[in-house]
């Protein structure tokens, strides 16, 4: 699954390796500042910088990288956790529904990361009043739990409980 996790845009003119190599240096640095500054996130300017500096870096890798990338996905996912954290609900869903799809091809079948991603994806869509897509994604969360966890967890029963009392 490297060649996927690492996956490069199909263009015209293919990127040189080098650039490939730029692309992969700028986005190891990219998220190491990202970890360092996430630790300033209580101030809400800093947060809002965060959130330039994933999108600015998505924007830059983009252009080399496919959003199967796990260095997109990994900006991605931050940038979610951004959103989420100055709820900004249709942003997070935005990343969100971005990220599921090549999460279930990276992870294995039953991986509580998916499940995660797909619980998040559930509860978004619920406060965005999107019962029907919340549903849906809170089953595909729960099928995997059961799997994992066993069908008789406190986690799968809160999930169903929040089912029922929407």
């Not at 959130?51 to 983009?62: A, P, V």
Request: some cysteine; aromatic content about 10%.
């Amino acid at each position: 699954q490297d060649k996927e996790k690492l996956k490069i845009r199909k263009l015209n003119d293919p990127p040189s390796a080098e650039t490939v190599w730029d692309m992969i240096k700028y986005a190891r640095n990219v998220i190491e500042e990202f970890r360092r500054a996430k630790h300033y996130k209580y101030i809400l300017c800093l947060t809002l910088e965060l959130l330039e500096i994933c999108e600015l870096s998505l924007d830059k890798m983009g252009a080399v990288f496919e959003d199967s990338n796990v260095y997109m996905l990994h900006m991605m996912y931050q940038a979610m956790g951004v959103c989420l954290y100055v709820q900004d609900w249709e942003g997070a869903l935005r990343y969100g529904q971005k990220i599921i799809r090549p999460y279930s091809k990276h992870y294995p079948s039953y991986s509580l990361n998916v499940a995660s991603m797909w619980l998040k994806l559930g509860r978004l869509h619920m406060s965005l009043e999107n019962r029907a897509a919340g549903e849906k994604a809170l089953k595909k969360a729960i099928a995997i739990m059961e799997v994992a966890h066993g069908k008789d967890h406190p986690y799968i029963s809160e999930i169903k409980k929040e089912l029922e009392d929407h």
